[in-house]
Structures are given as structure tokens and as C-alpha cells.
């Protein structure tokens, strides 16, 4: 991938040179290599070429051998509420509205505090890391207290600007949410690790002045709008009676349409809307498990995918999920693209890869800096063992990935070449600590 220096040229000093067995790089798309090292330097990758061209170009620091290992870009996870890891259990088997207005609503009222977005955003970090995600899109109450977390444990976040008709204990009406949230991307602008999104909750949850105003902000800003979207069936039949419109109508009205919009879950659209979407530029973010287990539904992959939409995947909240688990996802996408579409070929490994990362960095507008192994961007990567047994035998790193593999074969992760999360875990927190932070919220909670 990048052309060896002048024969005779002084080696190059560079702080880490990993050899794994396979590197998948997602750009240029469908590609595996093995014998190949990837380099990087100051955060960032400098090459990703032969190992023996490694070896004449590049004077390490550290060098990693991987064998059996594949490396690839670090997975995105394009939605989540990452505080909710404190409510994993709290409220299953209920379709979406009952566990909203039953369990979880009535929960965040007593306990959604910055404490305990600060200490469940520290879970949920942790787990993500443990599993290959360098990456999340948070859509949460008190953003500082989830960015303080995501600091700490020197993970990549983009930070949800809420916004919701109802007052809780963040914020009193939509305004309030907006102001405050603005105010808080003002103050940590200046993080490279730190990122912002408007998320207005839903469209059963915003009102039209609201999503005027976010539409302007957006074009201002030149932010993503992440948004619950077309989740339910029920959401829909409510946009009729109270709108005349299904809610991505009513969307394209106001004017929310175009690049900066990830749709999340996207579970039911019809044929017009994947079309729409499409011609809009738009981005989708789909939660399989979540959808799965709140008896969502199943969308259209495979139009999606023939249409050419972008799509990332997310693992939505611990609480509805019930982890914060890409390789699950990645799984349960793939299978439910070829199952629901009746064609085996539908979304395959590499495409399903593709979702996981640089489909992710796309919608987030991150596509620059993260999402694949190019010279240049950020070394947002993990490393995944294929050699254990029972993983035995592998034709395919790609596949193995999608089908076979899961986060407990992650060995590790970087987040702009510094690492992460090593031989199952976290670099910058004890495991006893995470412990602690659950088993109190546990007694809170249950209090």
C-alpha cells in the first residue's frame, strides 16, 4: 500500500510497528493482507505495508508481534446511552413504550444524575474497549459527566446535545437541554478525542419549533443530528393521527433531511423512504439486538444496502440491549440482512465490517480521521485472536470476524496509538473499581 523509501535512506523512527498474521484494512474495500506491518507514529498510521519493507523503512520503539491475530480499524458504535450500562437488566421483556414509561423513565427520574452518568459511562467504556470499540456516539443527560469518563479511560466520544420536550433533573424544557449542551461543547471543544451531535430525542418527543430550531444549529455548526427514528410501529401510527405525516415526512418538511441526519434504528420504512433518505444523503444507524429485543422489528438491510444508504451499526443502551457488544451486532446484521431478504449474499463479511467502522466514521463525519487503516488517520485500532481452538479452522479472517469471533477474542485496542485496553483489560482503571461502581448503583437502584 505505500512505496518503500530510496534505497540506502536512513530508517524512519516510529513509535510502534505491529506484525499481525492478517491486517484487514476496510479501504481499499474487500482486501485482507497477511505478511504485512502496520506503522504508527504520534497517534497516528504512517504505513501499512510488507513486513519485510517494514523492517529496511522503519526503526521502532515497540515492536508487536501478532501471530494468528488480524488487526483492523477500531469499531464504531454509532448509537448507544452508554450511562444506561447502571440499568443493564433493570427492564426487560417489555415492548418499547411500557419499558420507557414503566421502568425506565420513572428510574432516570430518581437516579439520572451526573454521579451516575459518570459512573455508568466508565462501565460502559470499559466494556466497550474490552470488545474493539475505540468509538461511541453517546445520547445521554449530563455529556460532561460521560466526557469526563470517556477521558479518563482515553476513549473517542461523540457527545448527544439533547433534546426532549420534558423536564427532568438536567434540564427543564427543550431550550434548557439545547443551552446547556451548547455550553458544554464550547467548553470542551478543544479535546481531539471529544466530539458533539444535536440529538433530539424522537420525533414523538420534539415538537416542530424545537426541530426547527436544531436545523438551523445544525447548518450553523455543521454537527450530525442523531435521532431515534421510524423505531416502532406505534411511533408511526402516532405521527398520523397527531401530524398527517409519517415521521420522516414530517422530518423532510422541517427540513432535518441531508448528510448531517443518522437515523436511528430505522426498523420500519417503506420503499419511498429508503429512496428519500438516499437522495438526501442521509445516514442510518442500526441497533439489530436492540430491535430484536424490544420486538422492534426487522428493516429492510438488504434495500438499504442495494440503495446504496450509508448505514453504521450500534449497540443502543445496556438496558436494552443487554451489551455493548459491535461483534454481536455485527452478527445479528448479517443474518437478519440474508434471513429477512431471502438472499445469502446479502451484506456480506466484508460489507458487514465496512458497517462496523467506516460506515460509522462516515455518518459521524469522521471519515477523515477514523474508520479505516489509511497512512495518515488516526491509529484507532484493535487486534482480534483467530488461532484458539475452537475457532479452528479459519479460511477467511473476514469471516471469522463476522461469524465465528466474538469481543473475547479481542486482545487489544488503541485509541490514537495509545493502548487501551490490553489481554482483556482496561489500561487506565482496575477492574476493582468497576466493581465497586456497580455494586453501589446495584444498591441504589434497588433500593
Not at 507514529?41 to 488480524?70: K, M, Y
Not at 466530539?195 to 418527543?205: E, V
Request: one cysteine or more.
Amino acid at each position: 500500500m505505500n512505496s518503500l523509501s530510496a534505497a540506502g535512506a536512513k530508517p524512519v523512527n516510529i513509535d510502534l510497528l505491529i506484525r499481525p498474521q492478517w491486517i484487514i484494512p476496510i479501504e481499499p474495500a474487500g482486501i485482507t493482507l497477511s505478511g504485512h506491518s502496520l506503522a504508527v507514529s504520534e497517534g497516528c498510521i504512517v504505513a501499512v505495508l510488507p513486513n519485510a519493507a517494514a523492517a529496511q523503512r522503519f526503526t521502532a520503539q515497540q515492536t508487536l508481534d501478532l501471530p494468528g491475530q488480524v488487526v483492523l480499524p477500531g469499531l464504531i458504535n454509532l448509537h448507544t446511552h452508554a450511562a444506561m450500562s447502571l440499568l443493564r437488566g433493570y427492564a426487560d421483556d417489555l415492548p418499547l413504550m411500557r419499558w420507557l414509561s414503566e421502568r425506565i423513565w420513572p428510574a432516570e427520574a430518581g437516579h439520572a444524575t451526573p454521579d451516575f452518568v459518570h459512573a455508568g459511562t466508565l462501565l460502559a467504556c470499559a466494556e466497550m474497549l474490552r470488545g474493539g470499540i475505540t468509538t461511541f456516539n453517546d445520547m445521554y443527560f449530563f455529556p460532561d459527566a460521560a466526557a469526563s469518563a470517556a477521558r479518563r479511560l482515553g476513549m473517542r466520544a461523540m457527545l448527544g446535545i439533547i433534546a426532549i420536550e420534558f423536564p427532568t433533573r438536567y434540564a427543564a424544557d427543550a431550550d434548557d437541554y439545547l443551552a446547556k449542551g451548547l455550553e458544554i461543547r464550547d467548553t470542551l471543544g478543544g479535546d481531539p478525542l471529544v466530539g458533539f451531535c444535536l440529538a433530539p430525542h424522537a420525533p414523538y418527543t420534539v415538537a416542530d419549533k424545537t426541530f426547527e430550531k436544531i436545523a438551523t444549529l445544525a447548518a450553523q455548526l455543521e454537527i450530525p443530528i442523531h435521532m431515534h427514528v421510524h423505531e416502532t410501529l406505534h411511533e408511526i401510527e402516532g405521527s398520523l393521527e397527531k401530524h398527517g405525516v409519517r415521521p420522516i415526512e414530517r422530518l423532510h418538511r422541517l427540513g432535518l433531511l441531508g448528510p448531517q441526519l443518522i437515523a436511528v434504528h430505522a426498523v420500519h420504512l417503506e420503499a419511498g423512504e429508503i429512496d428519500l433518505l438516499a437522495h438526501e444523503g442521509c445516514h442510518l444507524a442500526h441497533c439489530p439486538t436492540s430491535n430484536l429485543k424490544l420486538g422492534s422489528g426487522i428493516p429492510p438491510l438488504s434495500a438499504i444496502e442495494v440503495r446504496g444508504l450509508n448505514f453504521g451499526l450500534g449497540t443502543d443502551g445496556a438496558a436494552s440491549n443487554n451489551r455493548l457488544d459491535l461483534f454481536h451486532e455485527m452478527r445479528h446484521a448479517a443474518l437478519l440482512a440474508k434471513g429477512s431478504s431471502r438472499n445469502a449474499e446479502a451484506l456480506d463479511a466484508h460489507a458487514t465490517l465496512r458497517a462496523a467502522t467506516l460506515g460509522g466514521a462516515q455518518a459521524l463525519g469522521l471519515d477523515d480521521r477514523i474508520g479505516s487503516l489509511l497512512p495518515g488517520k488516526a491509529a484507532d485500532l484493535c487486534a482480534v485472536r483467530l488461532d484458539e481452538w475452537l475457532l479452528q479452522p479459519c479460511f477467511d479472517p473476514a469471516s471469522h470476524l463476522v461469524y465465528v469471533a466474538g469481543r473475547e477474542q479481542v486482545t487489544h485496542t488503541w485509541v490514537a496509538g495509545k493502548l487501551a485496553m490490553c489481554n482483556g483489560a482496561p489500561s487506565q482503571i482496575d477492574i476493582s473499581e468497576l466493581l465497586d461502581i456497580a455494586g453501589l448503583w446495584h444498591t441504589r437502584l434497588t433500593s
